[in-house]
């Protein structure tokens, strides 16, 4: 497994933005697929975004696309999630997880590694 560790979270107002990152260790960061999801309370976790080992291939849930980008940059071991326009339904934790396999999946039980999560809230 690789250690995953997220930072970038906070409170925004709505409209506003977050750049959230996560930093890994443990493995060859380039041979992971890398995927961030989020949870609300009471609600499933659920893919928000991934992307490829190389990062050219990218993938968004409806709900974000046009407003978040998914990036990475292997010589730092470290992805990131632009998230901007955000919304109040856009609050929960945001979770960042790898994956050996070679192709994006927005399932999460093909991750094999999760990060501890960080709070992002969207509130005037």
């Known amino acids: 497994q690789v250690q995953l560790v997220e930072s970038g979270g906070g409170l925004v107002q709505p409209g506003g933005s977050l750049r959230l990152s996560c930093a890994a260790s443990?493995?060859?960061?380039?041979?992971?697929?890398m995927g961030w999801f989020r949870q609300a309370p009471g609600k499933e976790r659920d893919f928000v975004a991934g992307?490829?080992?190389?990062?050219?291939?990218?993938t968004y849930a409806d709900s974000v696309k046009g407003r978040f980008t998914i990036s990475r940059d292997n010589a730092k071991n470290t992805v990131y999630l632009q998230m901007n326009s955000l919304k109040p339904e856009d609050t929960a934790v945001y979770y960042c997880?790898?994956?050996?396999?070679?192709?994006?999946?927005?399932?999460?039980?093909?991750?094999?590694?999760w990060g501890q999560g960080t709070q992002v809230t969207v509130s005037s």
């Open positions: 997880a790898a994956d050996r396999n070679l192709v994006i999946t927005n399932i999460p039980g093909e991750y094999d590694s």
């Open positions: 443990g493995r060859t960061f380039s041979r992971d697929v």
């Open positions: 992307i490829s080992r190389s990062g050219s291939s990218t």
